[in-house]
């Protein structure tokens, strides 16, 4: 599936075009596993029961099952990059302790970021680029100088 979502996202005819799942599994594992890989629309069925009558209520998920379904799919979202400025309750008590982007020494305007010029380190603050996106702003040109030891703000690339 992910051959075929890569492939087809960069086909000229698909350009701008969503991809999503149909899933008729059992369980929630594999709308998330969906979205890490791409999706971005999930449709699942619901049921209030599964021992209601229909065809679908065996397979469909029930209110909690769709919960925790939709917990995993913003973790996938999170892992992708698609993340939230805003802190689940349980981060919120570890939010000093997350990592930024910092130059590892004096950059000047117009160079080049790389791994020996920017390293993460604590704190997190809400204008920096946060440690999870070190990889892609690898290769990225610095907008400003940014001094040794300084924490990379949104802007600066």
Request: aromatic share 6%; charged share 30%; with cysteine.
């Amino acid at each position: 599936m992910k051959e075929i979502l890569s492939h087809s996202k960069n086909h000229k005819w698909f350009k701008n075009t969503q991809f999503g799942l149909s899933d008729h599994t059992e369980g929630i594992l594999i709308p998330p596993i969906a979205v890490s890989i791409g999706a971005q629309v999930i449709e699942k069925h619901f049921t209030l029961n599964r021992k209601m009558v229909g065809p679908d209520h065996p397979f469909a998920v029930e209110p909690d099952e769709l919960k925790q379904m939709v917990k995993n799919i913003r973790i996938a979202e999170v892992i992708n990059g698609k993340k939230s400025k805003e802190y689940t309750e349980s981060e919120e008590s570890f939010a000093k302790a997350r990592r930024s982007v910092v130059a590892k020494k004096d950059i000047k305007k117009g160079e080049i970021l790389t791994i020996e010029n920017i390293t993460t380190k604590r704190p997190f603050l809400e204008d920096c680029i946060p440690a999870m996106d070190y990889f892609k702003v690898i290769g990225s040109t610095a907008k400003r100088d940014i001094d040794d030891d300084e924490l990379l703000l949104t802007g600066d690339i």
